[in-house]
């Protein structure tokens, strides 16, 4: 027989097999296509976000070769000509960058530049300015991105009404930019007017700077002599600020759509397994026509890799439908509010595509390779005649390298965090799971012994069952065991953050009533006489003033907030701390950070800081550290007179009001709405209402895992299902013969159930052990190195006990459905049948 | 003569914008009368709208090859609210072109800068000729001027030493643009002026010499609105003499002023009245660039003095729509008479496009 003959006959036999078992083939495609759809569509949003974020950075300050960055504080104007005056400085693009307050409400990041230095910087955003900047230098003339103009509905020659303290005024919208410009929304204004109009005089964000050729930005960012508040970045730094934060919550998506696949790719691995098996006389039918070893292997990791390739077409091409409704809906940040809001357009390159259609292949054809590898090492002489059913995942090595690999998943998850991101507590996920998953023979084994065997004929009929095929459930078991393990860890993850949130809410929220002026703005806010009038208004008690501001202490990451108010013994109390000094040296002001900033910047209690406040660098040391679920690129609280000392800022942005007992919230809110004259952008919530919606606001984030969860299991359980019909098929003898024996279809039907319930029940119990030691490494490592904030650990004792009883009966039924079939032929026929 | 019409369209639109905001500044007319008094009147006349310093030259290499150039400095006042205390308010604009005409490349190369006058970084000084717009200048120092230019492909360093005093156009340096009487400068010139320095292109320095031509003009009202742009010609004449001549023209390509001076070798002065300049077109050259056709060849009459006129290069336009908004043709030609050469140039052609009242 020629080779191309063999592998022909090699073909046909598979091709029957997979005509032969359509609706498993479908199964099992679409798991794998569910694999690769979460994976690709989480990918997808992921790196539509990146790009779009990428491209706004990139187009705002990408061909600077430095940029000296003041953040939103900025800095003193008199830096810009000392250094354009430098001769390493080509072009120094002086920026004043401003959150506009809209009367409508909201803001709007307004760029005030000189169009004709920062032109020559940026020609894609203010070239054309450059070439009709007449119109730009009246002291009103606004020039808008296409964003904005459709976001506020204006354009060309209309006006926009903007809020400036206690005014409304007009601005003229004299042009509005190409959408390829930029793609998000931005005001531009000349630098003067900006200044001036908004209230900004003598202050400048930054200075982007081209440097002459030849000169080393490292060094000569160096050798400037810059005022405190300033920070050397450059292009990169501002694309990573938000980056860093977004990443780790794709990250974590990631990880779940991978879960998924890996279920998907253990479905496969369980079926192959389970249809090798059972085609064992035919494999050694085609050995002994001459087709070799390595012939058969191929040919069934062939048929995983096309069952491969038609999941991962299917799936890559439902997850990029799914990607480009998700951002068309929720925008790149799936709602959680990490990046830009609805209509981030989709980036979906071919490249990433094909990947994951390869991923697809790669992970369904080495999920036959085992069972391909086990098929073709029996001696065909001996398989032709039947028996010896072992199993790859049985061997005495799988505990051994099992107990190894949950040692190295153990000792891995006390790494630190890689380019900001947890990557060793996933590498430990895995390791851990794979482990356990070696383990799952041994660990049924030992259960199974120690079942009371007093439980009547069925019952000890199906522990007989399991008991002498433990290798071959426990690959339907493993299967089980990776989903059901991964929602457990998941469900306690999420329920501790969950948990921990709502505590909090309840600990920094003492206040009645919240007020804010235009949150982020810059052009509105609260002076003392304000808080005063607020004082003054019927039915409140006191009211307490803050001052949130967003200071730079790092190029490469986002600002952090410092917050200034009153910071007496009692609300020092009442702050969620997680340490304290037990004395703090009474020579410097005590500040009291945030989680993320202990983890971010490497300061503990007692460590010093320099924050800078009022163009100067101001020491500070650190007499405490709380939490802050709030913000998690980080907090800083200072006491309000320091800061005020320092700074000669009185203004404020927040107000916490306390009402006297029995007093309206409305009436109160109408009264400052009324004395305040803030119009729109004026936003008062009842502490009440501010926690439920922080609460919604935190389901929605989660509503993408939850999704994701169910996905994993409904996989598993369909993995249940397989392993089921397959050995339902397999034992049709066995029934024909008990049926002989006189037992009735229901008793054999209860006998699956049985047989189901143990094996959902051993996953269940197995599944939570599991889980349990995997959200121990999600709540102390992925999420305290994604996000920078610690939870309390919290299992849903309750919940997890529910599903894991759903578990139980969904596997007893799904057993019994998957051997309806066997169950309907006639016993003589089924006795006498051989496989 | 140089670049009012761009200055102008830009203030025009400037006063369109200013309408808004309030303070309007207000700007002093050019009227007769008032003498002009040296050195001072050579630094800025902050007070008026627009003013240029604009020197023209031809160069020669040590290989002896000819090259033209020129560079501009202008200052304006934009019309923003004189209210605005910002520090960068754009009081004033200070604009720089520069354009180096080689007859053996394809084309003259061009570069423009243009800068608000903050912090000392661009400025026009008033007193005497000092312009700094970055490492671009023009300053004065005794009988020198001293420029710098460096663009991305090529810069110059050049000293220009007088040679003679400075020649009046108009009454007295009052020189009339139209029928209006409004529209007017103050307008002197500094003709023949002697070129030392050196230059790089791709990268290397090399001496040259040559001689120059320097205009000085400022004003506030420049062309009337019926004027879309004009014909301007300063010559060094071969015999030690000088000639200017200009006219402008309405949208028919007809002239609606002319004028012009010339200087004899021993320093007599004719300022030539409207009758006494003609500029009638020669052979066009259409711009692949703008699609723009331009007159390159001329004959020119002012009062008895007829010539013609010849290009170092076709392709000197210069497209300087994105400081100004304006192109424009403006090089090096060469003045042939009857008995051959006369003398060397430049020519510049506005509003040859589009009409320049532009935006």
């Known amino acids: 027989m020629s080779g191309f003959a063999r592998a022909r006959v090699a073909f046909t036999v598979l091709a029957a097999q997979l005509q032969d078992r359509p609706e498993r083939l479908l199964v099992t495609i679409g798991a794998i296509a569910l694999g690769i759809a979460l994976s690709v569509s989480v990918t997808l949003v992921n790196a539509s976000a990146a790009d779009e974020f990428g491209r706004a950075s990139r187009a705002l300050t990408g061909s600077a070769d430095l940029v000296i960055d003041g953040g939103r504080g900025g800095f003193d104007e008199a830096l810009y000509p000392s250094v354009a005056r430098r001769p390493e400085v080509t072009v120094a693009s002086p920026v004043l960058e401003t959150e506009l307050a809209l009367a409508a409400g909201g803001t709007l990041m307004v760029l005030g530049v000189d169009p004709f230095l920062a032109g020559r910087l940026e020609p894609a955003i203010y070239g054309d300015l450059a070439s009709h900047f007449t119109g730009l230098l009246g002291a009103r003339a606004i020039v808008l991105s296409a964003a904005a103009a459709t976001t506020l509905n204006v354009g060309r020659g209309g006006t926009l009404r903007v809020r400036l303290g206690r005014e409304e005024r007009l601005l003229e919208v004299i042009d509005v930019l190409p959408s390829s410009a930029y793609p998000r929304p931005l005001g531009v204004m000349d630098l003067g007017s900006a200044q001036w109009t908004l209230l900004r005089l003598g202050r400048l964000s930054r200075l982007e700077l081209r440097l002459a050729p030849g000169v080393d930005p490292a060094r000569f960012g160096a050798s400037l002599a810059l005022p405190a508040g300033a920070l050397i970045a450059r292009g990169t730094d501002l694309e990573g600020r938000g980056a860093s934060l977004r990443r780790a919550y794709y990250a974590n998506l990631d990880m779940l759509a991978l879960v998924a696949l890996l279920t998907g790719g253990f479905l496969v691995f369980a079926t192959q397994a389970l249809s090798t098996l059972r085609r064992r006389a035919q494999f050694a039918l085609l050995r002994a026509l001459g087709v070799t070893r390595a012939e058969v292997t191929l040919a069934v990791v062939l048929e995983g890799a096309l069952v491969g390739l038609a999941g991962g077409i299917l799936g890559t091409a439902l997850g990029w439908v799914i990607a480009r409704e998700a951002l068309a809906r929720f925008g790149g940040d799936l709602g959680a509010g990490y990046a830009a809001g609805p209509g981030t357009p989709l980036a979906a390159p071919a490249t990433t595509l094909v990947a994951f259609v390869a991923l697809g292949v790669l992970v369904s054809a080495l999920s036959s390779w085992l069972p391909a590898r086990r098929v073709a090492a029996l001696a065909p002489a001996r398989a032709l005649k039947g028996g010896d059913p072992e199993f790859a995942l049985a061997t005495s090595s799988g505990g051994r390298r099992g107990a190894g690999l949950l040692i190295a998943g153990g000792a891995i998850a006390f790494a630190p965090p890689l380019g900001g991101l947890p990557l060793a507590g996933y590498l430990s996920i895995a390791l851990l799971l794979f482990g356990a998953v070696l383990l799952v023979p041994s660990f049924a084994r030992l259960v199974l012994a120690h079942l009371p065997t007093r439980v009547g004929p069925i019952g000890r009929l199906a522990l007989a069952q399991l008991q002498g095929t433990v290798a071959e459930s426990a690959v339907s078991l493993a299967a089980i065991v990776v989903s059901f393990s991964l929602m457990v860890s998941m469900a306690i993850m999420v329920h501790s953050f969950r948990d921990s949130f709502e505590r909090w809410l309840g600990g920094v929220l003492p206040a009645d009533v919240y007020l804010r002026v235009a949150p982020g703005s810059d052009t509105v806010l609260l002076s003392d006489a304000d808080g005063r009038d607020i004082a003054a208004i019927p039915g409140v008690e006191r009211a307490e003033l803050r001052r949130v501001l967003p200071v730079l202490l790092a190029p490469d990451r986002p600002a952090v907030a410092l917050i200034a108010r009153r910071l007496d013994a009692v609300s020092v109390d009442r702050l969620p701390l997680l340490e304290r000094a037990s004395a703090t040296p009474a020579d410097l002001p005590a500040v009291y950070v945030s989680e993320a900033v202990h983890d971010l910047y490497r300061v503990g209690i007692g460590s010093r800081l320099t924050l800078p406040v009022g163009g100067q660098g101001r020491a500070v040391v650190v007499a405490g550290i709380w939490r802050d679920y709030a913000r998690s690129s980080g907090t800083i609280l200072i006491e309000q007179g320091t800061y005020r000392a320092w700074s000669h800022d009185v203004a404020s942005t927040d107000a916490a009001l306390w009402l006297k007992s029995g007093a309206s919230a409305a009436l109160v809110g109408a009264e400052l709405t009324r004395r305040l004259k803030l119009g729109a952008s004026l936003e008062l919530i009842e502490t009440s209402d501010l926690k439920a919606r922080s609460l919604t606001a935190f389901d929605r984030a989660f509503t993408i895992t939850y999704l994701l969860e169910a996905i994993a299991v409904a996989i598993g359980l369909a993995g249940v299902g397989f392993a089921f019909a397959s050995t339902a098929l397999a034992r049709r003898a066995e029934f024909g013969v008990l049926r002989h024996l006189g037992c009735s279809a229901r008793q054999l039907k209860r006998l699956l159930a049985g047989e189901g319930a143990l094996v959902g029940a051993l996953g269940a119990l197995y599944g939570l052990l599991v889980g349990g030691l995997l959200s121990l490494v999600l709540v102390y490592v992925v999420n305290r190195q994604s996000f920078h904030w610690s939870l309390d650990f919290v299992v849903p004792v309750g919940q997890l006990l529910l599903v894991a009883l759903a578990l139980v009966l969904a596997a007893a039924t799904t057993a019994r459905l998957a051997a309806r079939g066997v169950l309907g032929t006639s016993a003589v026929r089924a006795a006498r049948e051989d496989w | ?359």
């Open chain 2, 1 to 359: 003569m140089r670049r009012g019409i761009r200055v102008l369209a830009l203030a025009s639109v400037l006063a369109a914008v200013g309408v808004a905001s309030g303070a309007v500044p207000s700007y002093p007319d050019v009227v007769p009368g008032n003498a002009l008094n040296f050195p001072a009147d050579e630094g800025a006349h902050p007070p008026f709208r627009t003013e240029w310093w604009y020197v023209t030259g031809w160069l020669k290499t040590a290989a002896g090859a000819p090259l033209g150039f020129q560079v501009t400095f202008f200052r304006t006042r934009p019309d923003v609210d004189a209210a605005n205390p910002s520090a960068f308010a754009a009081r004033e604009l200070v604009i720089a072109h520069a354009a180096l005409s080689d007859p053996a490349a394809p084309r003259a190369k061009h570069a423009e800068r243009i800068a608000r006058a903050v912090f000392g970084l661009a400025r026009a000084a008033v007193g005497r000729t000092d312009v700094t717009l970055g490492d671009w200048q023009l300053v004065s120092s005794g009988a020198l001027f001293a420029t710098r230019v460096k663009a991305d492909d090529f810069a110059f360093e050049l000293t220009l030493r007088r040679r003679g005093p400075v020649l009046l156009n108009g009454q007295g340096g009052f020189s009339r643009k139209g029928p209006a009487e409004t529209s007017a400068s103050w307008y002197y010139s500094i003709p023949g002026l002697a070129v030392t320095g050196a230059l790089t292109r791709n990268g290397r320095p090399e001496p040259v010499t040559g001689e120059a031509w320097l205009d000085h003009e400022w004003s506030s009202a420049y062309l009337d609105p019926e004027s879309v742009g004009w014909d301007w010609l300063g010559l060094n004449l071969d015999d030690g003499g000088a000639l200017m001549a200009f006219r402008i023209r309405d949208a028919k390509g007809q002239a609606r002023w002319a004028g012009g001076s010339l200087r004899s070798p021993d320093g007599r002065v004719l300022i030539l009245e409207p009758g006494e300049v003609d500029f009638v077109a020669g052979r066009t050259w259409r711009s692949p660039h703008t699609g723009i056709r331009w007159p390159v060849e001329w004959r020119v009459r002012a009062r008895s003095l007829e010539f013609g006129l010849r290009p170092l290069l076709d392709d000197q336009e210069s497209d300087s729509r994105l400081t100004t908004g304006a192109v424009y043709w403006e090089g090096a030609v060469t003045a042939m008479g009857p008995a051959g050469r006369l003398g060397r140039g430049y020519l510049e052609l506005t509003g040859y496009g589009e009409p320049l009242k532009l935006r």
